[in-house]
């Protein structure tokens, strides 16, 4: 059995941990789904908007911002809005889990 030196033995450890963590780090689609399915619950739970839904898919920044967004449609609970579908667009931290709305009307569909 060779003799390695502790500099030896730390670099190896050093690299075996970087392999394995880098493996640690590679996302599965079930990780992606359940992030999803984060994602739309945070955001419709935010929404101001009756029995809203996601549509579409969502637009995913890097990760140095950490933020997505979700396009929320359902219908406006005012009385003098008669029930009318809206629009409203979702900012969702993904670190921090936290989502937040404004009224998305104007965008084309």
Not at 75 to 90: A, I, S, V, W
Request: hydrophobic residues 40%.
């Amino acid at each position: 059995m060779p003799f390695f030196t502790f500099p030896q033995r730390a670099a190896a450890w050093l690299a075996t941990g970087l392999i394995a963590g880098n493996a640690a780090l590679a996302s599965t689609p079930e990780t992606w789904d359940d992030a999803r399915r984060d994602m739309v619950k945070a955001c419709t739970a935010a929404s101001t908007l009756k029995s809203p839904k996601a549509i579409g898919q969502p637009v995913h920044f890097v990760d140095d911002i950490g933020q997505s967004a979700l396009l929320i449609s359902g219908r406006y609970p005012q009385k003098h809005m008669k029930n009318k579908t809206g629009r409203e667009l979702c900012l969702y931290d993904r670190r921090s889990g936290t989502a937040h709305v404004s009224e998305a009307d104007r965008f084309g569909r």
